[in-house]
Structures are given as C-alpha cells and as structure tokens.
C-alpha cells in the first residue's frame, strides 16, 4: 500500500533503506501520475527532483521494469509505460485470472477482526463528495484488499500488488483524461467473506469486476485520447537544430546593392 494508515497491519520497527525507499517513492510517483505515462525520465533529475540517492534510484527502476511500470532504453532514459487499451485490456485478464484467490481460504479471527474495522470505516467514508472523503475511501479499500491477497500469499501477494498498482494508476490517467470512473466498492465481497460465504464472495468479486471492466471502457470511449504519449517527450529534450533546409537563404548580390 503506498499511504499510511491507522489500519495498516503492524511491522517490526526497523529503519528503511535508501532502495526501500526510492522503490516506495518511485513507484508512488508512478501510480499517482506525477511521471506521466509515455514520457522519458533520467535517473539524475529523478533523484534530484525526489530527493534520492542516483544509485538508489538506478535499483529502484530496475525492480519497477521487472513489474511493468518503466522500461529502459539506451541513450534516452526510462520510459514510463504508456496506458493505452493494450495496458487496460492486460488489467481486465489478469484481473480476472489471479483475483479469486482471495476467496479461496477462509478468514481467520484477527482477519476478521481486521476487514470487520475496516469494513465499518468504508461505510462512513465511501460515496461521499469531498476529496479529502474520496481519497480516504480509496485508502481504506486498499488497505482491506492488501489484507486479504497477505493470506493469498507467495507469488499471488506480490502478483495482486503489482496488478492494483497497475489498476490505480489506469484510474488516476482516466482522471487526469477528464473522465471519473466509479469508485472501488469491496463492500459486498467483504460482507460475504465475513458471513464465510465462498459462492456468494466469487460472486461479488465477479460483478465488482465487471462494474470495473464496463467502466474502463466507456472512459476510453468518452476521451479522445488519455495522455499525450504518442511521441514520448525526455526531460532533458533540447530544442531540434536548425538544418541547413530551414535556414534563411542568403541574400543576393543584387539585394545586396539594393540595400
């Protein structure tokens, strides 16, 4: 989870290192579109612009290239990857492929305990008009899916992580785009994984995917286009040369004289 909150499930005290946290801060800016998709960035003015170590943030990218969000090319940087229908399209599949695994296992009681605190506290925020609201709904929902792919556990957590990371920030440039998809409801699936309902949890998660999927696609449909990222721009573009074609011709004799 990229936020902190009153609800995220307690870790050891321990100091994060610089590639921790370059990793965190990168990947947030990822998420959040502050690198906007399809552009090139350089590991020195992202470092200088974040506040890391160079070598911090040259680690950090290579683990972000291994989960999709910035590839590498020679001479030009790291290019943040584009969200298109091909990144849309992968999202919906993966979506649906690796997402029942969190119906699979029943809750335990501090599992329930848990989604039961956070389950109350969506309620009161969720649906709710002010920003401050929205963005603590979309918090307090990722922190219950956080939990429940921690007891998918192995490759499926960090599979999960990556996938809604991925799904976060194919929201926020449908924002940005000027279209508002409709929030993330976990509620009903919460509710039935609660009750220890299997049938009724797969079902939830299936509509929620669908709303999802639906929803994307009349964001697509209702923007003409979501980022300019078709001609990826590098942070350190220089203005093009003058070729020797656009130059001014030199004046002639005649026009010399005339002067």
């Known amino acids: 989870m990229l936020d902190?909150?009153?609800?995220?499930?307690?870790?050891?005290?321990?100091?994060?290192?610089?590639?921790?946290?370059?990793?965190?801060?990168?990947?947030?800016a990822l998420v959040r579109c502050e690198l906007i998709p399809g552009t090139y960035a350089h590991e020195g003015d992202l470092a200088q612009r974040f506040g890391l170590g160079r070598a911090a943030v040259r680690v950090a990218l290579t683990e972000l290239a291994g989960a999709g969000f910035v590839a590498r090319h020679a001479r030009q940087g790291w290019r943040v990857a584009a969200v298109d229908g091909a990144l849309a399209s992968a999202i919906v599949e993966a979506r649906l492929r690796i997402e029942p695994a969190l119906v699979e296992k029943p809750l335990d009681e501090r599992s329930v305990a848990l989604l039961g605190s956070l389950r109350g506290a969506i309620d009161a925020v969720l649906g709710r008009d002010d920003p401050s609201a929205r963005a603590m709904a979309q918090q307090l929902c990722r922190q219950a899916l956080d939990l429940l792919s921690q007891?998918?556990?192995?490759?499926?957590?960090?599979?999960?992580?990556?996938?809604?990371?991925?799904?976060?920030?194919?929201?926020?440039?449908?924002?940005?785009a000027g279209t508002t998809p409709?929030?993330?409801?976990?509620?009903?699936?919460?509710?039935?994984?609660?009750?220890?309902?299997?049938?009724?949890?797969?079902?939830?998660?299936q509509e929620e995917q669908k709303r999802f999927t639906d929803a994307v696609a009349h964001g697509?449909?209702?923007?003409?286009?979501?980022?300019?990222?078709?001609?990826?721009?590098?942070?350190?573009?220089?203005?093009?040369?003058?070729s020797s074609n656009d130059r001014k011709p030199s004046p002639t004799l005649s026009e010399e004289k005339s002067r």
């Not at 902190?4 to 947030?28: H, M, N, V, Y």
């Not at 499926?156 to 924002?175: M, P, Q």
């Not at 409709?182 to 998660?205: F, Q, S, T, V």
């Open 4 to 28: 902190q909150s009153p609800f995220s499930l307690p870790k050891p005290p321990a100091a994060e290192s610089d590639i921790t946290f370059a990793s965190r801060r990168l990947r947030q």
């Open 151 to 176: 007891r998918a556990g192995g490759f499926i957590e960090s599979w999960l992580r990556d996938l809604w990371d991925h799904t976060e920030r194919l929201i926020r440039s449908l924002e940005l």
């Open 182 to 205: 409709p929030a993330i409801d976990p509620r009903p699936l919460l509710d039935a994984l609660l009750r220890g309902d299997r049938e009724a949890a797969l079902l939830a998660l």
């Open 220 to 242: 697509f449909l209702a923007t003409a286009r979501l980022l300019p990222q078709d001609h990826p721009v590098s942070v350190r573009s220089r203005l093009p040369r003058r």
